[in-house]
């Protein structure tokens, strides 16, 4: 740029994201696709009880760690706070299954964790640290954790994700002090605090973060704008998700050309849209509301790698949009939220700004590589900040570095809704105490506003993603509804001594993953429920096979005991489900009959076929269970009715079952609204009541 | 004092503490027994589904406010906290049962709160806003509720404590702002950080606040002794209060007896004890470590009601011991925490202190008047804190006010148990991120080695008062039980239509809160269970009699619907229980019938009599249930076999059937322990296997 060769420079810049962002893009499309986008969604159905494959892989982790790097770097309007999430779920989880039997990685005291609960607990807790080392923030890391991503909380998981957060937060200290003295270049060169706005700063002998009563109309403002432009927001990526979605559905080939695309768009509007900008003169000491303006050196040149750029503008001036544009996104972020500088920005580019961050937002994230959505959330709310405090001007009494930490606040709350998590994260992020009754207000304008709209980003994703994650709330139609009304058939079922053909033919033809065990006559007097059995510990009975008996009896239980172990059953790793395909039984042997009596759950739990559809949801939902038995009411029909699964309770299968409910009153209503509705109502009643 | 009439300042000191705790015990012995105490193992144990009579009534609330208000004026040992908590949960309790009709403060719409569910959800956020004025900890006060007291979560419940505290802190924020010009006189002298110990004193020219990797020894010594003295304290006051209960049942006048005593030995040691100190001259500014020495004077003397105490040093003199006594527990706090104070307490005058703290702490919580815990807790970690640093002299290159800090943070999580919101209470209280790492550390490694010892004091105290709090896990021996095992009978039911004279006799003779309804012939083929019918529901019933059938037929649902609107089934306010006593039949009513089918929920939870207790107890605990109804496995008998509530889920009650279970492997074990020593036995057989 100094040699004023500009098309060169443009060059070199749109051919050098172009390169990362295909890199990145190629390896996620080929290697690991499961590592595309920010991960968040993906971890959250998990923590449901979705199992979702592959998304806590090696070759995912790997992928998902250097192709966000190529990402970020690339320019890409991207973060890495989401990555980094995904990243910290998949090292927990790997340590979940017991390390990594292919690569040799692994420990015997793990098998401890090979279970549902505590692989589940590991991965909220690898989350948290993921949050942790992106943000610096600790406590943040454990209520992001908690309050967006889990699904069931305990006190003994809280603490349990505190320790880890705890135990990250040191380490990165540790790497602060080691490479506080600029030993390890530019990578420590953050403290631990990342956007240090002290609230003690004095400019002319006013504090300058105070605020009064009178700034509380700005505050509600800033989280109406937020809830307005979230729900915008979330309403544009749904779609343009969807569009993306159907692009990469035609393959590769056409993947990449979509991430070239916007690689190139990204490079244009981040080069070009900097010509449009004046140049200024570098602020000086003198100049009011300049702030730390002391970085303008003596010869009147005011340039660094991390705040005011040149750009094409001459010496001793500098080009505020690409300063803006053209840092790192942290970077960009603590020049917003710096106090006492009114005056470096100006509203064009800052509107300018805005609406490019705005839309790169929405059209980079869909692109196949791991993105974030956190950073370009956060920029984009501090600008919009900053433009609306310098439109109101003298009206409001804040600093504008405080009015773009609320932008944040809002937008962050406006698309991602939530609550508590963001609060801390700010503070943490700010070390701003006196800020944070402010923010909490903001928070909760905008996110209750926006909830009157649509769902946060990661539930639109969710969908659009088809995993049926199962909500704690049941839908109004549900009490309507019995759980006959929604078992759908048929239901197969195994004897308590079972021929071994039965089972693998049944094992073949479906894909259920558990099967009720009724004992038949001559085992029980009439045919009574025993329990419940699972696929996975079919198919380790099927693969063993020294118990296989010529006729049809009861075995002892000794005889069973010597041949299995408890590991024999504990709960595969991701990726290494035992399928039925693997089975190889002679045709001999599949005359034969196997005792499924000592493999059942003898104490399944089960609801009564006229029990209200929401009743069971909520056990359903409230236990944790994967599959609920029906039994009938009356006595002289079979003693179980069917099986439940989420799918059951999924608002696709229910609709589509009973269409009726889908008209009038029964409608899907988003429950806000009916509530707030009512709540008004009645207190238009007490008003004219007690008038 | 000035006047050296030393008998007399005792006289009057002693005379003034004995009559405002006598005022604090008498009222509270009289008028509200329920407000004695802290309140918060109440409050917890409520919020477990646990009804606990009185706890909510206005006269529990005014005598609470009142009485720690005595209490703490009074000089004894005790705080403010959680009396706030049970405030704040007082307040919420009473709008959730729609106001007070006996007072007139009721309004309509608060109606649409009388369900069990949201008065819980009201009195947790209540109870948040409460630690929120407490410590003017926003955040806080949302993780204390929900970490510490709340039995279930969900996301909904987190935001809503999020919006009270915020709203809380704002209406904080707004009375500062008007008390700051000092025209509220001593109220409005805190700022909105109660311990505000900025990262950025300097002395000598070095960041004061700062610490390095050698000085991790010294936090994990801190925390060992924290939780080593915590776990003392817990015992001790688990005897003292058993013996205090003892005394004071024995009637009001043992209870004042009591109160009069502990406020004599307070008045003695806070009086007398700092006679042993000697007289040191005022800290000047030239003194090193002297910190915040300016306050000293020009003609020498640095006496304040906050800081340093005369007492009977001669002027320019100071007594540190009585600076410690004889400060209120907030500005003494404050003082241990000064940071740059190094010198100005000597290590004689700290162990009295502490000792004398520690001692009063345990002795003073049961007497019979509103007390907290959390600020006595606070200010006996900080002396052990400094006391610490004291020995450690050189060798900790700690600041003692930061040793201080976490001195506090480890006796906290010592007794008390709590992690995620003292950490962020701390943070609150001193502005002071810098420290997280080491709070987080210090309160896990007190925590983990507390926790092999006892509970935490509220679970305690739970005991100790009998409440029956059912925790979410199951102890081992009920893996061995079903729950046919523990159902206790006979089994009381009733009929579809029934004669009124036997529910009249049933609800009379029996303290059962539901009965299950059975079908007999010739309303259905054969016995089957139709469904629960609540007490409070057919009191309802019986008052309202417009019913009553000459003949045993079923009603048609239009007769009956408009005889009845939702309201009247609502939830009663504490203490307005519907008693069968209040309700008169004539003889002729008697033999009537009523139909109970309109009126019972059709939808119970049941489980089979073979389940296991172990999956009973989570599918109660989890759902949340009062009653969980228990069906035969085979048809051939009594639809119902019984009733499993809370009390049957009791160790005391499975123990007292089954007495075998109580010795050997199925002893209750502290699963800490169990699980500790399993970990070890493994990590040794894996040292020993790859080695």
Redesign the interface.
Known sequence: MESSSYWTAFLVFAGANLALLLFASSITAFIAPAAGGSGIPEVKAYLNGVDAPNIFSLRTLAVKVIGNIAAVSSSLHVGKAGPMVHTGACIAAIFGQGGSRKYGLT???LR?FKNDRDRRDLVTIGAGAGVTAAFRA??GG?LFAL?SLSSW???AL??RS??T??VA??VL??FI?LCGTGRCGLFGQGG??MYDV?S?AFVDGDLIMTY??KDIPTVVLIGVIGALLGALYNFLMANVLRLYTAVNERGAGHKLLLAAAVSLLTSCCLFGLPWFAPCRPCPTAGMKNAGLASTTSSNGTCHSLNRFRRFHCPAGNYNDLASLFLNINDDAIRNLYSTGTNDVYHPGSMLAFFLASYFLGVLSYGVVAPSGLFVPIILTGATYGRLVAMLLGDHSGLDHGLVAILGSASFLGGTLRM??SV??II??LT?N??L??LV??VL?IS?TLADSFNSSIYDLILKLKGLPHLD?HAEPYMRQLTVGDVVAGPLRSFGGVEKVAHVVHVLRTTGHHAFPVVDEPPFAQSP?LYGLVLRAHLLVLLKKKEFFMATPVRCAKESIAGRFEAQDFDKRGSGKQDAVEDVEISAEEMEMYVDLHPFTN??P????E???LA?AL??FR???LRHLLVVP???DRSPVVGILTRHDFMPEHILGLHPVLLGGRWKRLRWQKGAVT??FR??I??IA?SG
Chains 1, 2 share one sequence.
């Open positions: 420990w015997r005291w401890y600790p406590v454990v309050e909380w305990r006190s809280i603490w505190f320790f957060t705890a937060a040191v200290r540790l002090d631990l605090i002290r003690t009064h009563l609550t508590v609060c801390v503070l943490e070390n105490l006196l944070l009754p909490m207000l909760l996110k704690g009574v003898t104490s739990y089960t609801v009564v006229t029990m209200s009743k909520v056990l409230e236990v944790g009411k009356a006595c009512k709540y009645s207190l009643v007490w009541s």
